[in-house]
């Protein structure tokens, strides 16, 4: 009879949460070090000129005033991790020129004794500017000739992939449906805005930075880079974290740069903290699309061609768009069998704010429109939505084209049954129309994301398991928890994996300097990637235990077993040492001895396996105010294993609530390259009061490369909630929806062309 687990599947609790409740965790705006500077920017009120002149000689006699640094003088880091890879690409992540791209883009930043008289300093500067055409659209920055936003032209990169036969697969189609699906610029809108940076650099060379970064030791190379230092120079320490959802994925545009070079300039920490204006004006948020899609199926449901045209708005600056590209390609090619498949993808620089990574990572566009398409597909047909997935959906043992890998564990069937039957589906979509303005409709929809990126992009993990004299146990990752519990989930698996009550692990605190390489937290991947490291660090830690409890017992160490804190003969409970003794004995009291044992592990996760989810939306529209009240999302996740299932089903409801959002009301207004709605006043996010019943459905299909059957959940859970909703607006309303966010006056507008009709 196989063992209880110790820790694995149990809704253990948060090892930060006594901290958060409290109000002792400490966050970067918290931080405050002895002789500290403060800084701020001047911004650039154009969205696309020269800068020819700064004149700082007014902003120098006012007293407090300390250092300046200039966009001369300052890089600016504009790719990610993918180009560290070699010395030649790691070149081009640096860009030092005179030229602003965006309203807000960094000019100046000044650092004085006092946040007052730095924000007396930016109003002494002058600046000189050479205006230049602004593109704000796509479609006219590729089609300009003489203005290049950067200097290899507006198109910042082009992706074109062909499986089969495009052309074979549409003259076989008995239907095909042809649309184009924009999608918004949603901003991460975390409850700690971007922007929080206390930069020193110490008479001895070195530079410490507390930077609420998911990435600290990428962030650590990006910083080494910059500013022209060696690694083992720069340190990177990231305190507690409130949200990211990706807008954290390296540096922020114009902080931790200009703040470590102010620092080196004065000798003295320095502070530097964005506004939320700050925040929503010039940070990343996520890249609008356009995307045309053209897709042809059989009379008895079978997708055969899909073609896929990708514009992608990069704004001024592109960090992620390759990677966000090559996502919605993986996402898109893989979640169906489509055997004729042709993907084009075009990410364009534009004079906007930048576009980068947020929750999802291209995938929420991308499943909005064919998910829509599918819809539509299984309403020609006369079809249950359903049932046309089941038909199509890339099943367990076969082969994802796009990673070339065999699909190892997909439980895509089983969220669908369990959503399905939750919600209600079969007699909600067989409902009589309801009398009166007030409609009502369920759809569905269906999603496949990725667990990290290890066979894209450098994806390391390492950790180190050190177990103490007293039995306990310290967990050493540099695993970056921005709120969602990945930590507690790596505790889990150590304390798992050695024998050893949870209660006995603590894990360090993210430090580059006392933590080994670990890629951070992206791509939903700590459980994954980061649960592999500290499962084979825990694995080589307890086999040296057992070695010496071996040796104490006199046993072979395959009849011994731990539990309780303990170590004991299988077939003789009473030939039992506690693990304190025997710590104790070889760490201390046996001075031959004098050891500790430790366990390390260090690489990158054999796989990238893909997790599915299935959402059923039900909804109630107003056909006379087109409003949408969304009353009960059923969401319903493959997660391999659910290490701790009170998270997952955290992350599930949180997903959802972010995912209405990006589908109902978020959009960054964009107008002459000025953002309108720079604040949670204009912005109109999600209330307690709009959140409907979110039911969490957690699927186990036990991934086998995955620590304990883990995969990912934290990216997955949002994607496929705007598909979900508009394919249900349609069930209640006939209306189908091709833009997000669907407002009501969008929905008022669609209705009227259809009485017009």
């Not at 409290?22 to 696309?48: C, F, V, W």
């Not at 180009?83 to 807000?104: P, Y």
């Not at 002494?124 to 950067?150: C, F, G, Q, S």
């Not at 042809?178 to 940076?197: I, M, V, W």
Request: charged share 25%.
């Amino acid at each position: 009879m196989p063992e209880s687990p110790i820790a694995v599947g149990k809704a253990l609790q948060r090892i930060d949460s006594v901290d958060k409740v409290t109000g002792s965790a400490k966050y970067a705006a918290d931080i405050k070090q002895e002789n500290m500077l403060h800084a701020k920017l001047l911004r650039s009120p154009h969205a696309h000129a020269k800068v020819k002149r700064i004149d700082t000689s007014a902003a120098e006699k006012l007293a407090g005033v300390r250092a300046f640094a200039t966009i001369f003088d300052v890089p600016k880091v504009i790719e990610y991790w993918f180009s560290l890879r070699t010395e030649e690409k790691k070149k081009q992540m640096f860009l030092r020129d005179n030229l602003v791209r965006f309203i807000g883009d960094p000019v100046v930043a000044v650092a004085a004794d006092d946040q007052a008289t730095a924000d007396k300093a930016l109003s002494l500067i002058k600046v000189e500017y050479e205006p230049l055409k602004a593109l704000h659209d796509p479609y006219t920055a590729m089609a300009e000739k003489n203005i290049k936003i950067h200097s290899r032209g507006n198109v910042a990169f082009k992706a074109n992939k062909v499986y089969g036969d495009i052309h074979e697969g549409f003259k076989n189609a008995d239907i095909i449906i042809d649309n184009t699906y924009r999608t918004s610029k949603q901003k991460h809108a975390a409850l700690e805005p971007f922007g929080t940076c206390i930069a020193h650099y110490q008479s001895n060379g070195k530079l410490t930075v507390h930077s609420s970064t998911q990435l600290p030791h990428w962030s650590r190379h990006y910083l080494a880079g910059a500013l022209e230092l060696p690694l083992n120079k720069v340190r990177v320490i990231k305190p507690h974290t409130g949200g990211s959802f990706g807008g954290r994925c390296g540096l922020i545009h114009g902080l931790e740069v200009m703040c470590s070079w102010l620092s080196r300039q004065t000798g003295r920490p320095v502070r530097m903290s964005f506004t939320r204006d700050e925040d929503f004006m010039a940070t990343e948020s996520r890249h609008p699309m356009n995307i045309k899609m053209k897709t042809g199926a059989t009379r008895d449901g079978i997708l055969i061609a899909n073609e896929v045209e990708i514009v992608s708005d990069v704004g001024g600056y592109g960090t992620h768009y390759i990677g966000v590209i090559a996502d919605c390609l993986s996402t898109g090619v893989g979640l169906y069998k489509i055997p004729n498949y042709s993907f084009t993808g075009t990410a364009v620089f534009t004079n906007k704010s930048p576009g980068g990574a947020l929750r999802g990572y291209g995938n929420p566009q991308m499943n909005f429109a064919q998910e829509s398409q599918i819809d539509i597909i299984a309403e020609k047909l006369r079809m249950d939505p359903l049932d046309l997935r089941l038909k199509n959906y890339r099943k367990l043992g076969e082969i994802d084209p796009v990673l070339d890998q065999e699909i190892l564990s997909n439980g895509l069937q089983e969220c669908l049954e369990k959503g399905a039957a939750s919600s209600g589906w079969k007699q909600k979509r067989r409902q009589l129309p309801i009398k009166g303005a007030k409609k009502r409709g369920i759809g569905l929809s269906i999603m496949l994301h990725g667990t990290g990126a290890g066979k894209a992009l450098p994806d390391p993990a390492a950790a180190t398991v050190m177990i103490n004299a007293d039995g306990s146990v310290n967990l050493v990752t540099a695993a970056a928890d921005e709120g969602q519990g990945n930590r507690t989930v790596l505790a889990q698996i150590a304390s798992e994996t050695l024998g050893i009550d949870f209660d006995k692990i603590s894990v360090s605190e993210t430090d580059t300097e006392t933590t080994p390489l670990d890629c951070g937290t992206h791509g939903s991947r700590q459980a994954y990637g980061g649960g592999l490291a500290v499962r084979a660090a825990a694995t080589e830690a307890r086999e040296k235990l057992l070695a010496y409890a071996s040796n104490k017992l006199g046993v072979n160490e395959d009849q011994l077993r731990i539990k309780d804190g303990a170590i004991f003969e299988t077939t003789n409970s009473e030939n039992i040492i506690l693990i304190s003794d025997l710590m104790r004995q070889i760490q201390i009291e046996d001075m031959s001895v004098c050891e500790q044992v430790i366990g390390s592990a260090t690489g990158v996760a054999p796989a990238m396996p893909g997790y599915y989810g299935a959402i059923f939306a039900e909804v109630e529209v107003d056909i006379e105010t087109g409003e949408v009240k969304v009353l009960k999302l059923t969401s319903a996740f493959d997660v391999g294993r659910a290490i701790n299932p009170d998270l997952v089903e955290g992350q599930i409801t949180g997903g959802a609530v972010m995912g209405m959002g990006f589908a109902l009301t978020e959009d960054l207004l964009v107008q002459d390259g000025h953002i309108l709605n720079s604040s949670f006043t204009d912005y109109r996010l999600l209330r307690t009061c709009d959140a409907p019943e979110i039911v969490p459905i957690i699927v186990e299909s036990n991934e086998p490369t995955g620590p304990y059957g883990a995969k990912g959940i934290g990216e997955g859970c949002m994607v496929n909630v705007a598909s979900a909703l508009s394919n249900a607006i349609w069930h209640a309303t006939g209306v189908r929806l091709a833009d997000l966010p669907m407002t009501p006056e969008s929905i008022l507008l669609e209705l009227a062309k259809d009485e017009m009709t």
